[in-house]
């Protein structure tokens, strides 16, 4: 079985400052491991993605995220945030697909993350 | 690349009625999921199909179902509609090998 916990349900920081968002995770096979942003009414859009490669994943738009098995976390961070980076962060485990199975998203609850002034 | 889209953006059923929502993936993307999102809470697996196959179902009742087309289409068909149906609703599709999915911008659900 597997599981995502996100750690905050609401993040807020200043424009400028570090972004940190956590999550943990469950998983009985190696874990893909995904972050997605979602802006107000619209769609998931993919920041980045661990597939058993190297362990730590730069992503879009300055975004990055270290896979730590032994401490089954996946935590985003940003070394500067932008007002633009309002938003909400969901952070998603898959088993790793097959040709025709798998790749089904376990998502978390999300995080909004706002930026201030 | 033309993206996933979906149609209708917004929609509104009375409770008990029949609901369908359809999806346009991206050519050569053979693998179509869809997910629920209630209001607040991350999204939802409700099942997925590979090759216009159901591969994969989620703990949603069988009033939930789906059909894929071979133009890379796809509908989700919601009978019996009850007021806790009412989220955004997201389809997600990829090709075989690849390891994320490309996702549309959802149709809002609301069920009075």
């Known amino acids: 079985a597997q599981s995502v916990t996100q750690l905050g349900s609401h993040v807020s920081v200043s424009e400028g400052a570090l972004v940190l968002l956590r999550c943990n995770y469950s998983s009985s096979v190696p874990p893909y491991l995904f972050w997605y942003v979602q802006y107000p009414n619209q769609g998931l859009q993919l920041l980045l993605k661990y597939t058993s490669a190297a362990t730590l994943v730069k992503g879009i738009n300055g975004f990055e995220a270290e896979f730590k098995k032994s401490e089954t976390s996946f935590h985003l961070t940003k070394p500067s945030a932008h007002m633009s980076d309002a938003a909400e962060y969901f952070c998603a485990v898959s088993a790793r697909p097959s040709y025709n199975q798998g790749g089904k998203l376990i998502f978390g609850q999300g995080t909004e993350l706002s930026v201030k002034p | 690349e033309t993206g996933v889209t979906q149609s209708p953006t917004h929609l509104i059923k009375t409770r008990g009625q029949q609901v369908t929502l359809r999806c346009s993936s991206q050519s050569g993307h053979n693998t179509v999921s869809w997910y629920q999102q209630a209001l607040g809470q991350g999204p939802q697996f409700i099942f997925q199909?590979?090759?216009?196959?159901?591969?994969g179902r989620g703990n949603f009742p069988p009033r939930f179902s789906g059909l894929q087309f071979p133009n890379y289409s796809s509908e989700l068909n919601v009978n019996a509609l009850e007021l806790d149906d009412s989220a955004l609703y997201l389809c997600a599709s990829r090709t075989q090998g690849v390891d994320g999915y490309t996702f549309g911008s959802g149709t809002r659900l609301t069920v009075v």
């Open positions: 199909y590979y090759r216009e196959e159901e591969n």
